[in-house]
């Protein structure tokens, strides 16, 4: 795979990428209790045979992690991930670049404000507080 340009980026992530983050619901009592209160990320799914643009990807940017994914589910196929967790590269690199090349689809781009909007508060420690975490979770289902 040659070099990407923000362009077939932006495009790629359009179709198959994702912005999201994890949000623990407060009232819901959970029978295992994850550690994570928030839990941001940007990641990108293609089946097996895509998988070098996953590695381009991670070049590209210089961060996160490109792994395999099994998927038992009928007529699906094996998939590789390439996901972006940690919350410094996620503020200083990921955001900038989508900031800068903007997103086409209106849901898309919906999600990514939305998922800045949660990476400031996270960011501020919002999330360390019931009344924040309660209105990172309402916006947290807003989202696709």
Do not use: W
């Not at 941001?40 to 994914?69: A, H, M, N, R, W």
């Not at 909007?117 to 975490?133: A, S, W």
């Amino acid at each position: 795979m040659q070099n990407l340009t923000p362009d077939y980026i932006v495009g790629l992530v359009d179709g198959e990428g994702s912005f999201t983050v994890y949000i623990r619901d407060i009232d819901k009592e959970k029978k295992v209790i994850r550690r994570t209160i928030a839990e941001p990320k940007f990641y990108i799914k293609l089946i097996e045979k895509d998988k070098d643009i996953l590695y381009t990807l991670k070049d590209f940017f210089d961060c996160g992690s490109v792994y395999f994914q099994k998927d038992t589910r009928l007529n699906h196929q094996n998939c590789y991930r390439y996901e972006v967790y940690n919350r410094n590269d996620l503020t200083k690199i990921i955001i900038p670049f989508f900031q800068e090349n903007k997103l086409k689809f209106n849901s898309k781009k919906s999600d990514f404000e939305k998922f800045c909007v949660l990476m400031k508060m996270i960011n501020h420690n919002e999330h360390r507080t019931e009344q924040g975490l309660r209105k990172m979770f309402a916006l947290k289902q807003t989202m696709h």
